[in-house]
């Protein structure tokens, strides 16, 4: 059985039930049954609630989505090699070292470069992505699910219940797709908000 806040929530109740029918099956009421009645309902109503607090951390959201599309690495070929170096390495290690499942690099309005799950769609950056460029600000979708501008994203991954925007400079942004629901942490940010600034510095250098 998977033990989570579900399963505490219904241990709980059916719990609680059984000691309301132990109430009304008995004839006669004595102190100590009364005492014993009162700490049985307490236990099963503190059951539930840590049920429901375990569910709202939720450790199921861990669990991957299958999600819609190949395990691929497309570049645009006329990319300085100084730049594809970098990103090749940057990518690779967003690929490893979090939850990420496929990222993908914007440029001037160009797709140059996809890496992990893929599909041949040509990604448009709409209206959130343009917002992260604007403001020049991190963007986190922790659950594309309940987001209205979800149909955004639909040519870069069908079904990718998380994303992250970070824009590289006004032109340009990183868009990754997670595994999982509230995959990535505060620290996966700030690390890839930091490569993003070390990617500017030699887009800059390289005149990109």
Request: proline share 4%.
């Amino acid at each position: 059985m998977n033990f989570n806040g579900k399963t505490l929530i219904i241990i709980g109740s059916i719990l609680f039930f059984f000691q309301l029918g132990n109430f009304f099956s008995i004839d006669s009421i004595s102190p100590a049954l009364e005492r014993a009645q009162v700490l049985s309902a307490i236990s099963s109503v503190i059951i539930v609630l840590i049920g429901f607090l375990f569910k709202q951390f939720n450790p199921n959201l861990g669990d991957k989505v299958k999600l819609k599309g190949e395990n691929k690495f497309i570049f645009e070929p006329d990319i300085p090699r100084d730049i594809l170096d970098e990103l090749a390495w940057g990518t690779e290690a967003i690929l490893t070292s979090t939850a990420a499942a496929t990222v993908l690099i914007h440029n001037d309005g160009k797709n140059i470069l996809k890496r992990g799950i893929t599909t041949n769609n040509v990604f448009k950056p709409g209206e959130t992505c343009n917002r992260s460029l604007k403001d020049m600000k991190l963007i986190s979708l922790a659950n594309t699910k309940f987001y209205p501008g979800r149909d955004e994203f639909f040519s870069f991954c069908p079904n990718v219940p998380s994303i992250l925007i970070i824009p590289i400079n006004s032109k340009s942004f990183i868009l990754i797709g997670g595994w999982s629901y509230r995959c990535f942490t505060k620290s996966d940010e700030k690390w890839i908000n930091n490569w993003s600034k070390k990617v500017n510095n030699i887009f800059i250098k390289n005149s990109f």
